[in-house]
């Protein structure tokens, strides 16, 4: 499948993707707007809003990948069909972390609200770049 090849259920596939990204994206904004904000859950989200989004953009393109959480893996294999997804490698280094990193005990202290912000924007931006080079 690739733009012009995509079907009727390859392109709901690929709404189901984004849907989930913005769904996590909502979840991250409210984890921080909650009266005890809960940064490490909202940073999390941040980083699979990013990853639904690029697999959504892989799915589009008929694109195999395999089961990860690393952003930097899932970017790489956007670049063959995009040499713009270079730009979101400094995003997918920054986000890719937040999959695990503050997710068990003894992991690192609480991101800021400052760094969970700033992976909210950067989340935001993943998903807007992805939906610009889609249909």
Same mark, same amino acid.
């Given at each position: 499948?690739?733009?012009?090849?995509?079907?009727?259920?390859?392109?709901?596939?690929?709404?189901?993707?984004?849907?989930?990204?913005?769904?996590? $994206?909502q +979840? =991250?904004?409210?984890?921080?707007?909650? !009266? %005890?904000?809960?940064f490490?859950?909202?940073?999390?989200?941040?980083?699979?809003?990013?990853?639904?989004?690029?697999k959504?953009?892989?799915?589009y393109?008929?694109?195999?990948?395999?089961?990860?959480?690393?952003?930097?893996?899932?970017?790489?294999?956007?670049?063959?069909?995009?040499?713009?997804?270079?730009?979101?490698? $400094?995003? +997918? =280094?920054?986000?890719?972390p937040?999959? !695990? %990193?503050?997710?068990y005990?003894?992991?690192?202290s609480?991101?800021?609200?400052?760094d969970?912000?700033?992976?909210?924007?950067?989340?935001?931006?993943?998903?807007d770049?992805?939906?610009?080079?889609?249909?």
């Amino acid at each position: 499948m690739n733009g012009s090849d995509v079907n009727d259920d390859e392109l709901h596939e690929v709404q189901q993707w984004l849907a989930k990204s913005r769904q996590d $994206l909502q +979840a =991250a904004h409210v984890l921080i707007e909650n !009266s %005890e904000p809960l940064f490490a859950i909202s940073v999390y989200h941040c980083q699979q809003s990013a990853e639904k989004a690029l697999k959504g953009y892989l799915t589009y393109q008929g694109a195999m990948f395999q089961k990860t959480h690393n952003l930097i893996v899932l970017v790489n294999l956007c670049i063959p069909f995009d040499a713009d997804f270079h730009s979101l490698q $400094l995003i +997918a =280094a920054t986000l890719t972390p937040y999959g !695990s %990193e503050f997710r068990y005990p003894g992991d690192l202290s609480e991101p800021s609200r400052s760094d969970t912000e700033q992976a909210i924007d950067m989340a935001v931006s993943v998903l807007d770049f992805v939906i610009q080079r889609l249909p």
